[in-house]
């Protein structure tokens, strides 16, 4: 499984960006796609991202708590994309921008993570 990533960028403090991903690959079902950040010297925490627990019909969002109000994730079970949208963007949003998917590659296996390559966002005061 590949997860392709796009969308990072430098703003300006207040600004909005959107950031894209998308998997490919042998995909039986995904139980968890979202992203994670991290800053320079600091550990990869979850950003926000969707939990089916491979039922698309029962998404699950959640959200870091420094994000919320002001970030907004979607996914697209049937392309398994996801997206974020990041608006109100503050300097403390700057980091690298990681793409994490939960899969399972057929009915019966058990599930593995994938990482995207990560996009970096830049948010200027």
């Known amino acids: 499984v590949q997860l392709q990533a796009s969308g990072g960028g430098r703003v300006q403090a207040g600004e909005s960006l959107t950031l894209s991903c998308a998997a490919s690959?042998?995909?039986?079902?995904?139980?968890?796609m979202g992203w994670y950040r991290q800053a320079p010297d600091k550990q990869r925490t979850l950003v926000a991202g969707?939990?089916?627990?491979?039922?698309?019909?029962?998404?699950?969002?959640e959200y870091a708590d420094s994000v919320k109000g002001r970030f907004t994730v979607s996914r697209d079970s049937a392309k398994n994309t996801v997206a974020l949208r990041m608006n109100m963007l503050k300097s403390e949003d700057t980091a690298v921008y990681h793409c994490?998917?939960?899969?399972?590659?057929?009915?019966?296996?058990?599930?593995?993570?994938?990482w995207g390559r990560g996009t970096l966002v830049t948010v200027s005061s």
């Open positions: 969707v939990n089916t627990a491979g039922d698309p019909h029962d998404a699950v969002p």
């Open positions: 994490k998917a939960v899969v399972r590659h057929t009915a019966v296996a058990g599930p593995v993570t994938y």
């Open positions: 690959g042998t995909i039986f079902s995904i139980d968890f």
